[in-house]
């Protein structure tokens, strides 16, 4: 039976927070007072004003419970009702638009209840609005309801006072059973997420993080709700708990509640018609639009929900986008694309730059008595059409997936490397390095773009969007190591020897034997399954490979040459020191950070050195600002560990640069490449009457800006090389 309470109607809109719950000597209005900063000078209505808002069929409990500023004109009030205090700024004979939506300043036909608005405010048909402050040049039409409760918390994981602890919210992304859950907060990285995800087995450290939640915010009871500056509200339902920043447009929800969304006149937030949202964080500049459900979810600045999605116990982060599909308990680091029908992603951690196709089936719990299962996928992960993979699953970063329902868990830690299920021999393909060789304009080109769309207004975090990094060096470093030790076991087979597999590896791949190519090359723990893992192509990968981490090498020597124009190669050499090793590095929300800061902050965490998440974000920027330095060493590392190089001299350095002017070259000639088959694909070029008409649809291979540019980037890094070689000299 529904409990309905009666009270006087004299109470309506006083008593907003409980006796129980008021400090001593406060009144109910001692924190609506601290967070109105609207600075209007309110009075009490005058007798000739009172009488013509009666006129115009307006109603109060008391007249003197209605402030005003001296800018005020009740001919603008028209037939609402008050309860409570209300303040009200200043109303003059204006009309406000906004997309074509002209109204008058105003109040009108509308019910409310202890509210402050602010100046020049139009409010038409708000069939209840109470416990909120309201901005300057704010625009609400045709809404049901606008009501913040005593105990609002809007949308941040913490309990007000007399709350129970079963009453906050948790985040459980990951693993579905809330093993990894995390408490959500206005103001939450992608690298928080995933920090405080991890060290599940230090007690200590997640108490900590709990702590800085805590110390965030206040438990006590009474904050009004927000709309910020000039920001519109039109034709919505409800809308209970939830802050408003400044310049945000909300049209059409149905269901806006315990929230927080963040707007500003820089990075404006759009929320659209038919979209229900429930216990989140909408950081600066979303969009979220057409039927989407979001429930216990954060979303990071310049993100999009669209075309009803659906986003649960969830971390989406920076300028992502996920449409028309379903999300479950995952962290998703920025730069995140799933914008197709039909396609499902739960329990994961996806590293970002990542994109999944229609029809995937992204972690499935088949194989598992429990809700239990993980997915971990590195960087740049790509699942293709109808991939559908099994819990617990690993991949290395760029990995991307062909077509297929993968019977069993699988661990691929071959970066850049195409994955295929080959039904018809019942066998694992994986190929290395397939971005290299095949679609290069795609890994450039996404390079490029994530950089392009990063539209962050405060870059906190420094996200690494480059293809070739610290992570993914290492990652081949590691893959060379495997390569070599798979194709020493393959010859083996057939040429047995005392040798060990990798160093029989080893010397067949730089010798580059020709017998590679026929060679049957198999991969071990790649899949949990007795069948067949080839590897193809391994010959070509591990040149590659080698390749890309000496080129890496020579742009971080380039980039630091850069950075100090009056540096000698001496100077560089002194940069890394003596016994330097190549380190490990963690993708901490898309910021790359070694393993060295990583233990120092888990320290930090433990002896109280870092006391809030202030502290934590300006660990980020520590490490951001080290960035450069950090990549360099890390770089020439992994030069010395794969050539053998013993130091840095002049000739090494020039002969190093000029060499990736040729790897730079073979780069831009296979974006070239890659693109080109698109053109020269008869069964492209079936569905157009003329090569001119494919031209006029699809344009010039010639013309295309992305090629041009690469093309000129190519011309100017051949100069910047060619100046460096000459100042060397």
Known sequence: MNQITKHPVSSLGYHFIPAEYLPKGKDEYHLRNLQNQSGIAYRHLVAHEIEVLVRNRNQSDDWNNVLVSDAFSPELVKNCKFYGLVRIGKLEPWYLEFKNLRRPVGLYNSVICSCDLGDNVVIDNVNYLSHYIIGNDVILVNVEELATTNYAKFGNGIVKEGEPEERRIWLEICNENGGRKVIPFNGMLPGDAWLWSRYRDDDMVQERFKDFTEKKFDRQRGYYGKVGHRTVIKNCKTIKDVWVGTDAYLKGA?????????????????????????????????????????????????????????????????????????????????????????????????????????????????????????????????????????????????????????????????????????????????????WFMYNMYALARNAWKYTDRDKRTEKIQTLEYDFLAPDTIGEMIDALRLLETATGKAWLLDTPGDEEPAVVGKRLLESGNPALRSLDIHGEAFEHSPRRVALVKVPQAYAIYKDLIAYHAALQIIAYFERNPTATVADLASAVPGGYKRMEWRNVGGQLIDQDSMDTFRRQMRTGEIKSWDDVH????????????????????????????????????????????????????????????????????????????????????????????????????????????????
Not at 267 to 290: H, K, M, T, W
Not at 656 to 671: D, F, G, H, R, S
């Open 254 to 434: 149905n269901k806006l509640k315990n929230l927080t969304i963040n707007s500003s006149a820089d990075a404006p937030s759009q929320i659209g018609e038919g979209c229900e949202l429930v216990n989140g964080i909408v950081d600066y500049g979303c969009r979220i639009f057409y039927g989407v459900k979001a429930v216990r979810f954060v979303m990071a600045s310049h993100s999009q929900l669209k075309y009803g999605a659906r986003l649960i116990n969830s971390y989406l982060g920076n300028n992502a986008t996920i449409s028309c599909c379903e999300v479950l308990n995952s962290l998703i680091f920025p730069a995140h694309e799933q914008h197709h029908n039909n396609s499902f992603l739960c329990a994961a951690l996806v590293m970002g730059q990542s994109n999944m196709a229609a029809g995937a089936t992204i972690g499935s719990n088949h194989n598992s008595r429990s809700p239990d299962g993980e997915l971990v996928a590195g960087r740049g992960f790509w699942p293709g059409l109808c991939v559908s993979l099994k819990h617990n699953s690993k991949f290395a970063s760029f990995n991307i997936l062909a077509k297929g329902d993968y019977p069993a868990e699988l661990r691929i830690p071959l970066p850049f490397a195409l994955v295929s299920n080959d039904v018809s021999d019942d066998q694992l393909i994986v190929m290395p390095a397939y």
């Open 618 to 729: 300006d660990f980020y920027r520590q490490c951001g600002e080290a960035y450069p330095k950090a990549k360099l060493l890390d770089a020439l590392s992994a030069w010395k560990e794969v050539t053998g190089a013993d130091g840095l001299d002049r000739a090494r350095v020039v002969d190093l640069i000029w060499e990736a002017v040729k790897t730079k070259a073979w780069m831009v000639e296979a974006i070239f490449e890659s693109r080109e088959k698109d053109y020269s694909n008869p069964f492209r070029a079936m569905v157009y009457a003329s090569d001119a008409e494919m031209e006029a649809v699809i344009g010039n291979l010639e013309d295309n800006s992305f090629i041009a540019q690469e093309r000129k980037n190519l011309e100017a890094f051949t100069l910047q090389v060619e100046k460096l070689a000459a100042r060397l000299k």
